[in-house]
């Protein structure tokens, strides 16, 4: 696992309030959203300002932000290919 | 021609002090961090609900309350929540404001509203019914009289919770308490302040 | 039990100051919402209905020093003292105030220029309850999006069970950059005039706004708008995000028509939430389908207004009352073409129709929902 991974994963943790969960309790692939974690609309609007104020990227279509906040993987490749900081 | 109607179980949450129907069920120091005494409610009582975690103080104050109200219960689908209070949402509203000019964080904007309690509360028991949220200076019975008498004589609620939780500068101040037809104490001004405010305290 | 009645109003809003003035602009299908420079948009800038301080301060002069309220203290003031002309034997030792509020002052918060204790909404409630010598105390109802409706209904329960004689309901709320920021960070905002129920709609505009009404029994004119009755109803779903079954919605109406005895088909008028936002609308599309209210006009006020919060469901139920006495159907302004998964019968332009009975419904934050019926009674 890489260290974006454990990063990302640690800042969801405290970001989106998710106490009683340890980072390795959060798989890889897992969906974020539905049946996996079980995060909402607002934990969305959460990750959308974590993505600008941890990497400097700015996402504004909403359609974008469900394939990026698919599981850890597509967001860490997300990131990892547009981070600016 | 109106039912009468009397309080049935009421529950205080001030003084680092969680007391129903007059008995103490959970104690701390009553100068522990706010936080950690919500936690420490959450815990001591076992409850299972992780969105509390996500929920403001404010919320968890109401929500912890009315679980403890229910609990060994669930309340009736017509029970109506009357709530108020004197500083609405204003604890969050200066949370919300210190990440406003920098990252303004939709989780906290959302508690911006004092019935977002209502809210919460509503989804943990599944309660589609007749909601308010009012704003008094200090607990006023009279205002959840009125408003309860005439929700049960239109027959919009068959109980009511009546709740005041105030959050001001972390100083906290919770009493709910159940309405119905049925037995208990006469559900008037007197016995509302009694209940609210013991004097054995 | 004996009714109650819609008697005096005002509104004071970019649109105008005193519900003639609003009524002439709705007329000549003027709009609220102009584009304000604002840098937390990255469009440098964004649409909503702002009432500049300058024409605030001039009208407050003639009644009192504009220095010592707050801008929405002032807005309410006007809007009271309006109602209170037109009523001048009212007698306030037994007259309630009710004020309906989202965020009070919430624009003076880290400000310096008032006392910090107006940020409390019980103390801008008594500020504006001292300003005229009410003598009972007022009490505020704060919840979202339904609360101006909702303080009408508290207003006509806290009668009937005798506490007031009469009411003055009164509310307001301000474009500030707290909540243009939070809705922004709800990613709600749109970049044009919003535009409800279409399907080119990108979320709301809010817009700033106070108005008061007075409530009581024995209405004098010949025709007159009694309240009939409301219900609430929470969706018990999310806080925030609309339910995807309009369930609150659709409980909070048909609960109001089963116990009003009232068909869909026997209401005139529908008047709507309409946000703008994809899901809200989407949602009262759904509960007006399921409680048969498809074919009823329907219109929303967000596109003269922009959204005014605690103050919206209050101005659309006094524009509601108006049109049942004018016998017109005001155009939901902005409407393109339907944007909602449901049908729906939006109001194009404005008409003439006979009107009786009106349904007037909100929903907000927190999954508060709120239906209330009014009815034209004419003394033969």
């Not at chain 3, 009523?87 to 624009?107: A, C, E, F, V």
């Not at chain 3, 009410?134 to 009668?159: M, R, W, Y």
């Not at chain 3, 003055?168 to 709320?173: L, P, Q, R, T, W």
Request: proline share 4%.
């Amino acid at each position: 696992m890489s260290d974006l991974h454990t990063e990302l994963k640690k800042s969801i943790i405290e970001q989106l309030n998710l106490e009683d969960m340890e980072v390795n309790e959060i798989e890889n692939d897992e969906p974020l959203f539905g049946d996996g974690l079980g995060l909402d609309s607002i934990d969305a609007l959460e990750l959308i300002v974590l993505m600008e104020k941890d990497y400097g990227i700015k996402l504004s279509d909403p359609q974008q932000g469900k394939e990026v906040f698919n599981s850890i993987n597509t967001m860490a490749d997300f990131i990892e290919k547009n981070r600016t900081r | 021609m109106s039912k009468q109607l009397f309080i049935q179980d009421s529950v205080i949450i001030r003084n680092g002090k969680v007391i129903v129907n007059g008995k103490i069920i959970h104690e701390t120091d009553a100068d522990q961090k706010l936080s950690s005494f919500l936690k420490s409610i959450y815990k001591k009582q076992n409850f299972k609900y992780p969105k509390f975690f996500k929920m403001d103080s404010l919320s968890k104050l109401g929500y912890l309350a009315s679980e403890i109200l229910f609990k060994n219960k669930e309340p009736e689908s017509k029970t109506a929540l009357v709530f108020s209070n004197a500083a609405s949402s204003l604890d969050t509203d200066k949370a919300y404001a210190e990440t406003m000019n920098d990252f303004p964080s939709p989780s906290v904007f959302v508690y911006t509203l004092p019935n977002i309690m209502l809210g919460e509360i509503s989804i943990r028991f599944q309660l589609r019914s007749e909601n308010i949220f009012l704003i008094n200076e200090e607990f006023d019975p009279g205002y959840y009289i009125d408003y309860s008498k005439v929700l049960f004589e239109e027959g919009k609620a068959s109980k009511i919770v009546c709740g005041w939780v105030d959050l001001h500068n972390s100083d906290y101040d919770v009493f709910l308490c159940q309405i119905s037809p049925g037995e208990g104490y006469d559900f008037n001004e007197e016995e509302l302040k009694k209940l609210y405010l013991p004097t054995h305290e | 039990m004996k009714r109650n009645y819609l008697l005096s109003d005002s509104i004071i809003s970019p649109l105008g100051f005193g519900t003639v003035e609003n009524l002439e602009s709705i007329h000549r299908g003027r709009s609220a919402l102009n584009f304000h420079k604002n840098p937390i948009f990255s469009e440098d800038g964004v649409y909503a209905g702002i009432i500049p301080e300058k024409i605030i301060n001039e009208a407050f002069n003639q009644i009192g020093n504009p220095e010592l309220y707050t801008k929405l203290e002032k807005l309410i003031i006007l809007a009271i003292q309006e109602v209170l002309n037109e009523n001048p034997g009212l007698k306030l030792q037994d007259t309630g105030l009710i004020i309906s509020t989202t965020k009070g002052n919430i624009d003076q918060l880290g400000k310096n220029e008032f006392p910090e204790e107006r940020l409390y909404l019980w103390k801008m409630a008594e500020v504006i309850a001292s300003f005229f010598g009410f003598e009972k105390k007022p009490v505020v109802v704060s919840n979202a999006c339904i609360s101006g409706a909702l303080a009408i209904k508290t207003a006509n329960d806290l009668i009937s069970a005798g506490r007031f004689a009469k009411v003055i309901v009164a509310g307001g709320d301000l474009v500030s950059d707290f909540v243009l920021s939070g809705f922004q960070s709800f990613q709600a905002i749109s970049p044009e005039p919003c535009r409800p129920f279409s399907n080119d709609r990108q979320g709301i505009s809010l817009g700033e706004a106070a108005a008061a009404i007075l409530i009581g029994p024995n209405g004098k004119e010949k025709e007159k708008i009694a309240y009939v009755d409301a219900c609430t109803a929470n969706d018990a779903n999310h806080i925030s995000g609309p339910s995807r079954t309009g369930e609150g919605l659709y409980l909070s109406i048909s609960r109001l028509l089963s116990a009003c005895n009232i068909f869909p088909e026997e209401i005139g008028f529908l008047s709507a939430h309409g946000t703008a936002t994809t899901y809200n609308d989407e949602m009262e599309a759904i509960a007006f389908n399921r409680t048969g209210l498809e074919k009823i006009p329907v219109n929303s006020f967000k596109g003269y207004y922009g959204h005014t919060l605690g103050t919206s469901a209050l101005i659309e139920t006094i524009l509601t009352k108006h049109s049942l006495l004018k016998n017109e159907l005001f155009a939901s302004v902005n409407f393109s073409e339907s944007g909602v998964s449901k049908p729906l019968n939006l109001i194009k332009q404005h008409i003439h129709k006979e009107l009786k009975l009106a349904l007037k419904t909100a929903s907000g934050f927190g999954g508060c929902n709120l239906a209330m019926l009014l009815k034209k009674e004419t003394d033969e």
